[in-house]
Nanobody, 126 residues
Framework: QIQMVESGGDLVQAGDSLRLSCTFS????????RGWFRQASGKEREGLSC????????VYQESVEGRFTIPRDDAKNTIYLQMNNPKTEDPAMFYC???????????????????WGPGTQVTVSS
C-alpha cells in the first residue's frame, strides 16, 4: 500500500524560501513519476508540479514556473518542493503523490496512485 507523509509547511514571508518534504513508503518511489498538489482554502485540489522517472524531466504549473523546483533523494524515498520567492497567492495545503505512469505528459495529475497523505500547510505573509 502506497503511503506518503508530507512535512515542512510553515508560515513564511513573501520573497523568502521554504522546502517541503514528501517521504513515500510501500513503494520504491523512484520507479514512479511523482507529483505535488495543492489545495487553497475554498478551492479544488490542483496539480502543481511533476517529476518524471528516469529522465528527471519536470513540469510545473504556470503560476509557479521559475519559482518552485522538485529536488529528490531516491535513497531516502523522498521528494521535495523547493519554494523560492513564495507569493501571497501561494498559501495552501500541499500534498504529494506517486503516479501510475512514468512521465508527466498531458493531464498527469489525474494519474495518481493510492490515497492522499495528511498534507502540510503553507502560509505566506506579506
Amino acid at each position: 500500500q502506497i503511503q506518503m507523509v508530507e512535512s515542512g509547511g510553515d508560515l513564511v514571508q513573501a520573497g523568502d524560501s521554504l522546502r517541503l518534504s514528501c517521504t513515500f513508503s510501500g513503494i520504491n518511489a523512484a520507479d514512479f513519476a511523482r507529483g505535488w498538489f495543492r489545495q487553497a482554502s475554498g478551492k479544488e485540489r490542483e496539480g502543481l508540479s511533476c517529476l518524471a522517472v528516469h529522465s528527471g524531466n519536470t513540469v510545473y504549473q504556470e503560476s509557479v514556473e521559475g519559482r518552485f523546483t522538485i529536488p529528490r533523494d531516491d535513497a531516502k524515498n523522498t521528494i521535495y518542493l523547493q519554494m523560492n520567492n513564495p507569493k501571497t497567492e501561494d498559501p495552501a495545503m500541499f500534498y504529494c503523490a506517486a503516479l501510475t505512469r512514468l512521465d508527466c505528459r498531458g493531464s498527469w495529475w489525474v494519474h495518481r496512485a493510492g490515497g492522499w497523505g495528511p498534507g502540510t500547510q503553507v502560509t505566506v505573509s506579506s
